[in-house]
């Protein structure tokens, strides 16, 4: 059974390559969350612009808002990026931008360079809230309602057609 | 009438190359040498009719035709002509086109200079990359044909991806193609020996210099990669960690690997199995980051095409290429032999050690690259794990790899000793380790990672400097004069030497900008100064310009250091119409021991002021100078003239067997 080992390769490809087959066929974007339905988890971090401020989960009770996971190393956020400042100008829910692993001077930079969508970004330099969030990854949208129970979770870039078909919708309904 | 041409062409080499992937194969297993000798001929017809259709391409981008829809996707009329030609590849039909030119150019060369090869050999090996090009043929012609004409051309074309008008861009795709499909050569190699079963050292002694050579492009190619994402995306970055940029560091790890494996093959006649493993594992590599750049299955700035047929068809010849490959592996290769023995201290171990490393390395991009993947498939969401993994796991592989660099070369084959070597060693350690400390000390900045940085760089420059002092002792038996003994040190060794130090170099210029660099982004309006690491910049205004294809918003700084001029740096904005992107033109004063880097950002107070990035990076040219070396070793290996000398005699060889 010695030259079993020399199969080892040929089964390791094989298995890659069923994954990579089910990654043709699958819409990356549309993902479950087990968090959906559950209140958000409880935290207090400082805001990314000011170490001395802080900001927790009930701070927002009463109010219908919008959590944005980004970071300044991340790519992808740059590609959401000014679609995100777009939909900030509409003024139709307060966006919180939770920094995910990165470091202050970074953050700031990449907002003062691309625009800031954020009432506010809070600083998560350890990712401990974003791994309490059940965060895969950056970026990630959640909508949060009156009552602090995330109704919306969102992985990946947001998109024009993201927008409109599922936030919008969402935010109405939790307006209403 | 040329875009038809050209596409008839390519109808006509995949013609030729279903010939050419056939007839010599079977004439090697038959013994018919008449069948054999097509192999050449077929081989350059293909390269001849690929280029040709690669021609007509050009002259329908020089020549603003835009009825063909890729000319009208990629070019416009205002676009400056060397762009033009550049914007061929700028996007997925072409660069396909320019991939499967490069692949039947290595084919071609390999023609050219392997006639001292026996006949069955060669015919297999330009069989097996008959093979490669019909795929990419089939794949062209059936689902990305560059050719496809419009039935109502636009009067002006959509232009050239911003991000790619850059002097930078016109050579770094054809540069990493040359690499990534250079690999293609060592895989035909490797498949052709595990059918013919002739794997031996002389396999291996005909695999290094093609393998090698593609090094050298794939190394250039990333180093020029990174050095565009610097200037370009204006964000003062190197490398990023994105899938793309894995797709292309995957395979130079394993190639990496390779080149050294190669050598004990080739010298001891050990590690044959594994060694044809990676050559095998470093072109598919190659293919797999073709299928995720390609496929779109990872999201990523550089994925242009997004076309699921696409992806499955490439994803079917992958399968069909890597799956046959490893098949014929997993059935050739335990008749191989082990070769050589060797003790558990001596240079084969390193060198093995060497491998474990790298591929580990390479396993730990792969994961990362792919884990967003597989947790999607597996229905647990999307993520990009981005630099904090990378950082976490590349630099533990890393460091014990730094610490082999150093003690490799200086290990006899076969047996060596521990305790003659760290005598040896001793003293460049000591020395690596004093240098560091000392460094660290006069710059102000006693932190342990850069210590460790600085110490790995000396290390390597120390350990060299141990083993050249050796060779270039006298050896107490015949006098000879220093020049004498210097020119006796082979060139492959001098090579290695000159790579190992570009490494040294790499380490020293990523150290010292991790652990120096400067960053500020600071709002100025006219008059206002900021000062970073003894550097003063004035900012002077903005003013309008206009460019080609672009209009552009140019800032003026003055810098100074200690009242006199440095330089005057002119950042841009540019917008380009057309395409309606916004782009951002770092200026940069390059400088041997820092670069003064400014880009930039939004105008605030209706144009009253700007934020403004300015960077001072210490040393940061040495990164892509070390690269530079690691590529000119690479050369000085390849040229060795044991390769030639090998040459003539192994034709002497075949006279007799002939006779």
Redesign the interface.
Known sequence: M??LR??L??LA??I??G????????D??E?P?PLIGKPAPSFALTRLDDPAATFKRDDMLGKVWMLNVW?S????C??EHPLLVEFSKRGLVPIYGLNY?DKR??G??WL??F?NPYNASLFDDD?RVGIDFG????PETFIIDKQGVIRLKH???LTPDVIRERIEPMLSKLNA | MIPEIGHFALWLALGVALMLSVMPMLGATRGRADWMALARPAATLQFVLVAFAFGCLVAAFVGNDFSVLYVASNSNTSLPTQYRVAAVWGGHEGSMLLWLLMLTGWAFAVARFSKHLPGPVLARILSVMGVLSVGFLLFLLLTSNPFDRLANPPLDGRDLNPLLQDPGMVFHPPMLYMGYVGLSVAFSFAVAALIGGNLDTTWARWTRPWTTVAWIFLTIGIAMGSGWAYYELGWGGWWFWDPVENASFMPWLVATALIHSLAVTEKRGSFKSWTVLLAILAFSLSLLGTFLVRSGVLSSVHAFATDPRRGLFILGFLVFVIGASLALYAWRAPKVGLGARFEWVSRETFLLANNVLLMAACGAVLLGTLYPLLLDALGMGKLSVGPPYFDTVFVPLMTPLIFLIGIGPLARWKQAELPQLARRLRWAFGAALVVAVLTNWWRGHLGIVSTLGLMMAFWIVAALATDLADRLRPNGIVKTSLWHRAGLIPRAMIGMMVAHLGIAVFIFGVTMVKSGEIERDVKMAVGDTTEVLGYTFTFRGVQALMGPNYRASQGTLDVTRDGKAVITLHPEKRIFPVAGATMTEAAIDTGFTRDLYVSLGEPIDNGAAWIVRVYVKPFISWIWGGCLMMAFGGFLAATDRRYRAKVRQTQGADVKVAA
């Open positions: 010695k030259s020399y199969i390769p040929l490809f094989l890659l390559a994954f990579l087959a089910r990654g043709l066929n699958l990356p974007r993902v969350s970071a190393w991340c790519v992808a740059r590609e692993k001077p970074d700031q930079g003062a360079r625009g990712g965060v895969y990854g950056v992985i990946g870039p």
